[in-house]
């Protein structure tokens, strides 16, 4: 268990629809990070946070955000959904944000979109 | 830009064979490189990690040597058991200000008995 928490395990949602996905960290981890993993693309990163404030952006659609609470607690919201975007969606976190300190993976979230 | 390369799976593997799973870096700068291992159904999880040019990582059996000289972080098994099976994922982590990791294209490892 590597205490990344992901809810829910499985959604499925039509077309132009909107869904919240949401990760709670590691205890005493400050940074979170999404990621979408589809055969086609792999693991793709999509966003960075660090104690509340965003850090990095990767490829991460304009219909998709995301947010770090102040509990840490972390929401992407996807919006507009299109069949692309059935995905396996993974929240990590890290205790810092230095380029050696270890992710630790959430079981994800599947998203099917129909 | 920073970019991982995997050989392409899956790779299938008798009981007690020699694992080597290739993976080559582009990056500019001395990223940190790592292996992440999937278990059907699950996230992934950290399997080893080396964080400058000569370093070896290591863990459950499993070894990995950062080497500069030919951008390459080989993952390497003597004897590979059933449950090794799962999909192996090279990655770096492209420093500077943040901790995002950039990974291959990961490599289904099927272990037989």
């Known amino acids: 268990d590597s205490g990344v928490t992901q809810t829910p395990k499985h959604l499925i949602t039509a077309t132009g629809q909107r869904v919240t996905l949401r990760c709670s960290p590691r205890s005493g981890d400050l940074s979170v990070y999404w990621y979408q993993q589809s055969l086609d693309q792999g693991l793709q990163f999509l966003i960075q946070y660090y104690n509340g404030e965003e850090r990095a952006k990767g490829n991460i659609l304009e219909r998709f955000s995301a947010q770090q609470f102040p509990d840490l607690h972390s929401e992407l919201n996807l919006s507009s959904l299109e069949l692309g975007d059935s995905a396996l969606y993974f929240c990590a976190s890290s205790v810092t944000r230095e380029s050696n300190s270890p992710l630790h993976f959430g079981n994800g979230t599947r998203l099917t979109v129909t | 830009g920073n970019s991982v390369t995997q050989m392409e799976g899956p790779v299938t593997l008798s009981e007690e064979a020699f694992l080597t799973i290739n993976c080559t870096y582009t990056a500019t700068g001395y990223p940190s490189l790592f292996w992440y291992v999937q278990y059907p159904g699950e996230g992934l999880q950290l399997l080893l990690k080396?964080?400058?040019?000569?370093d070896k990582g290591s863990n459950k059996g499993f070894e990995a040597t950062y080497r500069k000289e030919t951008t390459s972080f080989h993952l390497e098994k003597g004897s590979v058991q059933v449950s090794d099976s799962a999909v192996y994922f090279c990655?770096?982590?492209?420093?500077?200000?943040?901790?995002?990791?950039?990974f291959g294209t990961g490599t289904l490892l099927a272990v037989q008995p």
């Open positions: 990655a770096l982590s492209d420093g500077g200000a943040t901790n995002k990791l950039i």
């Open positions: 080396a964080t400058k040019a000569d």
